[in-house]
């Protein structure tokens, strides 16, 4: 009864629709702040030189959690972990909304990000339930939700703090998590995995998998290069929208909401992926990712045309990355349902801190070498990957 795995032949869709609504209100957390730096500094009186550490705090948190709690979902019942998450999440949430102190809100961060590695509970969960000719549909249908949370999360900041102030994007979202956990917590199935080690012996075996997995590596070197090209192109497209095209916040918003339709690439990933077009739609991804900057420079003036080529850019490299964050996951899970939590956890840590690495460069290269050097660097992200992907000899 407990191990859904075994009992399970269908997922209802009602539940892949609720894991995939719970994914996105979770991982949203992680990127309310990041369009919201400037008047969350100035508030808790917090150095503008320093104000970089919201997001960086937030990333380590959610590094920390992938690392050190994730894992425990092949250990402990699933539905009671991500429920306990979520309520760390919940305290960080009103925390940050009440305080002005940077210390604490700073804190308040961390353990946001600690909290909301529920996410990534609730992706391996859903691929237990579901069977093996349907996990790739399954996870993509999921991760579609998960991608579009991260999508609309930075638009709806923008939009929530212009009409009541940045405290309120954290006292809803603390709101509505507590729906959610409330809702999981009574309709979620329980699924208590048979661990044969204990916690210590569980994170050790951590790098043990990274070593031995070559697959693991694999797939976590892809998306770490395609998603730090994601996050080097969303740090610097704001900043480059307001100097070169004189867009004000409300329209940098609006063209946050154009990459969302990249989420559509996730289900459609799952579903060929089923079908064994795995190693082809890799390919593809990493390309398309890489032709996304090529594009912005197509048009260098200031024209509609310019900035319309940036929307279609904008929306191939997230179809690019959610297709194959898609395509990475499906295949890190077919090593085992046994390790499956763990595999989750070191591939979302790796591909993650690529992420962070993007986000620095970004900044770096544009105060030094503006949109040129900043596209180019996130054009050798994707170049890198595909060089790695030539020596690929399977699926």
Same mark, same amino acid.
């Given at each position: 009864?407990?191990?859904?795995?075994?009992?399970?032949?269908?997922?209802?869709?009602?539940?892949?629709?609720?894991?995939?609504?719970?994914?996105?209100?979770?991982?949203?957390?992680?990127?309310?702040?990041?369009?919201?730096?400037?008047?969350?500094?100035?508030?808790?009186?917090?150095?503008?030189?320093?104000?970089?550490?919201?997001?960086?705090?937030?990333?380590?948190?959610?590094?920390?959690?992938?690392?050190?709690?994730?894992?425990?979902?092949?250990?402990?019942?699933?539905?009671?972990?991500?429920?306990?998450?979520?309520?760390?999440?919940?305290?960080?949430?009103?925390?940050?909304?009440?305080?002005?102190?940077?210390?604490?809100?700073?804190?308040?961060?961390?353990?946001?990000?600690?909290?909301?590695?529920?996410?990534?509970? +609730?992706?391996?969960?859903?691929?237990?339930?579901?069977?093996?000719?349907?996990?790739?549909?399954?996870?993509?249908?999921?991760?579609?939700?998960?991608?579009?949370?991260?999508?609309?999360?930075?638009?709806?900041?923008?939009?929530?703090?212009?009409?009541?102030?940045?405290?309120?994007?954290?006292?809803?979202?603390?709101?509505?998590?507590?729906?959610?956990?409330?809702?999981?917590?009574?309709?979620?199935?329980?699924?208590?995995?048979?661990?044969?080690?204990?916690?210590?012996?569980?994170?050790?075996?951590?790098?043990?998998?990274?070593?031995?997995?070559?697959?693991?590596?694999?797939?976590?070197?892809?998306?770490?290069?395609?998603?730090?090209?994601?996050?080097?192109?969303?740090?610097?497209?704001?900043?480059?929208?307001?100097?070169?095209?004189?867009?004000?916040?409300?329209?940098?918003?609006?063209?946050?909401?154009?990459?969302?339709?990249?989420?559509?690439?996730?289900?459609?990933?799952?579903?060929?992926?089923?079908?064994?077009?795995?190693?082809?739609?890799?390919?593809?991804?990493?390309?398309?990712?890489?032709?996304?900057?090529?594009?912005?420079?197509?048009?260098?003036?200031?024209?509609?045309?310019?900035?319309?080529?940036?929307?279609?850019?904008?929306?191939? +490299?997230?179809?690019?990355?959610?297709?194959?964050?898609?395509?990475?996951?499906?295949?890190?899970?077919? +090593?085992?349902?046994?390790?499956?939590?763990?595999?989750?956890?070191?591939?979302?840590?790796?591909?993650?801190?690529?992420?962070?690495?993007?986000?620095?460069?970004?900044?770096?290269?544009?105060?030094?070498?503006?949109?040129?050097?900043?596209?180019?660097?996130?054009?050798?992200?994707?170049?890198?990957?595909?060089?790695?992907?030539?020596?690929?000899?399977?699926?």
């Amino acid at each position: 009864m407990n191990n859904v795995q075994s009992k399970t032949k269908q997922v209802p869709s009602w539940i892949t629709a609720l894991l995939a609504i719970a994914c996105g209100v979770i991982v949203a957390n992680l990127y309310y702040a990041q369009p919201l730096v400037g008047p969350i500094s100035i508030d808790t009186h917090l150095p503008l030189a320093s104000a970089g550490f919201i997001v960086t705090l937030t990333q380590i948190g959610y590094v920390a959690g992938l690392l050190f709690i994730v894992p425990l979902c092949d250990l402990i019942e699933n539905r009671r972990l991500v429920v306990s998450t979520l309520v760390v999440v919940i305290c960080a949430l009103v925390a940050a909304s009440l305080t002005h102190s940077a210390s604490l809100f700073l804190i308040a961060a961390m353990f946001t990000g600690l909290g909301s590695v529920a996410a990534q509970i +609730l992706v391996p969960y859903a691929a237990h339930l579901a069977t093996e000719e349907r996990r790739g549909q399954v996870v993509g249908n999921v991760m579609s939700g998960l991608l579009l949370g991260i999508m609309l999360a930075r638009p709806i900041a923008s939009f929530v703090t212009d009409l009541w102030g940045w405290q309120a994007v954290f006292i809803l979202s603390a709101v509505i998590t507590t729906i959610l956990a409330v809702l999981l917590a009574f309709v979620l199935p329980e699924r208590t995995p048979s661990p044969t080690m204990n916690y210590g012996d569980l994170i050790r075996s951590l790098w043990s998998l990274f070593k031995t997995k070559a697959v693991l590596r694999r797939r976590a070197f892809y998306q770490a290069c395609l998603f730090g090209a994601f996050s080097l192109f969303w740090t610097v497209i704001p900043l480059w929208l307001a100097s070169h095209f004189h867009l004000s916040q409300q329209g940098i918003a609006l063209f946050a909401l154009a990459g969302v339709a990249g989420a559509i690439a996730a289900p459609i990933a799952g579903r060929l992926a089923d079908k064994g077009w795995t190693k082809r739609l890799t390919g593809l991804a990493i390309v398309i990712a890489a032709l996304s900057f090529l594009l912005t420079h197509i048009f260098e003036d200031a024209s509609a045309i310019a900035l319309a080529m940036l929307v279609i850019a904008a929306i191939a +490299l997230d179809m690019a990355v959610s297709g194959n964050l898609v395509l990475g996951q499906r295949t890190i899970y077919s +090593l085992g349902s046994e390790i499956r939590g763990r595999v989750n956890g070191v591939f979302m840590a790796v591909f993650f801190i690529g992420g962070a690495i993007g986000s620095a460069l970004g900044g770096w290269a544009y105060a030094y070498g503006g949109w040129m050097l900043a596209s180019m660097l996130g054009l050798s992200m994707p170049v890198a990957a595909l060089l790695y992907y030539f020596t690929e000899k399977s699926n």
